[in-house]
């Protein structure tokens, strides 16, 4: 029979424009959150942390915002190339070291 | 630094036959973990170890799977006897606990079990 996956959320984008990805997450405890990015047959990459006592942060094209109230977390990446196309993950730190990681969400960025 | 270093790349076994999957960490972290990623369920955290010890093996999914950190360079996932629904990209991550603490992943060993 057909096998049901994740579904994964896909945001299209032409290069250029702002992306905005969202991450919602589930345990209030949780202190510190990172983005990953992966392409295809790689392994997830570093893009940008944030600790729960900020509630921005930002880097090179790339900024975080952590709202702890109703637990979401987005990443937005400036003027976005076909270079930035891949799957973003959020993780969260629960406990002494564990990061648990979201579902995901696909990026296409088309020139 | 060469990163997290993992072998094999890809692995295809038969069905019931052992599979060892191993990790180089990045010298000097102290914290190791591996996950297992599909289509399925996504990326999931099956055991970490810090310095050398399981901390949370809670992940794992049953008795078939184990894993070892004999030393702070060296980690093994084991799969006895392997199962198609094993089938998977199997990763590891190792990072630092003090400050800042992202992970770094390895390439991963995409595992399939026929």
């Known amino acids: 029979g057909e096998s049901v996956g994740l579904h994964l959320p896909t945001l299209s984008v032409q290069e250029g424009d702002n992306s905005i990805i969202n991450c919602a997450y589930s345990?209030?405890?949780?202190?510190?959150f990172i983005w990953y990015k992966q392409e295809s047959g790689k392994g997830p990459q570093f893009i940008i942390d944030?600790?729960?006592?900020?509630d921005k942060r930002q880097g090179q094209r790339v900024t975080v915002l952590l709202n702890k109230t109703v637990k979401h977390l987005s990443l937005q990446i400036a003027a976005t190339q076909p270079g930035d196309s891949a799957v973003y993950f959020c993780?969260?730190?629960?406990?002494?070291?564990?990061?648990?990681f979201g579902t995901g969400t696909r990026l296409l960025v088309s020139p | 630094d060469a990163g997290v270093i993992q072998s094999p790349r890809h692995e295809v076994t038969e069905m019931g036959q052992e599979v060892t999957l191993r990790c180089k960490p990045i010298?000097?972290?102290?914290?190791l973990f591996w996950y297992r990623q599909t289509m399925m369920r996504g990326l999931e955290l099956l055991i970490y170890?810090?310095?050398?010890?399981?901390?949370?093996d809670s992940g794992m999914p049953e008795d078939r799977f184990s894993a070892k950190m004999p030393n702070a360079s060296f980690s093994t996932l084991k799969i006895q006897p392997s199962e198609p629904r094993d089938s998977a990209v199997y990763f590891c991550?190792?990072?630092?606990?003090?400050?800042?603490?992202?992970?770094?992943f390895g390439q991963g060993t995409r595992l399939t079990v026929v």
């Open positions: 991550a190792s990072s630092f606990n003090a400050g800042n603490t992202e992970a770094f």
């Open positions: 345990n209030s405890a949780s202190d510190y």
């Open positions: 944030i600790r729960s006592n900020m």
């Open positions: 993780a969260e730190r629960r406990g002494f070291q564990k990061l648990v």
């Open positions: 010298s000097g972290h102290n914290s």
């Open positions: 170890f810090n310095n050398n010890v399981p901390i949370d």
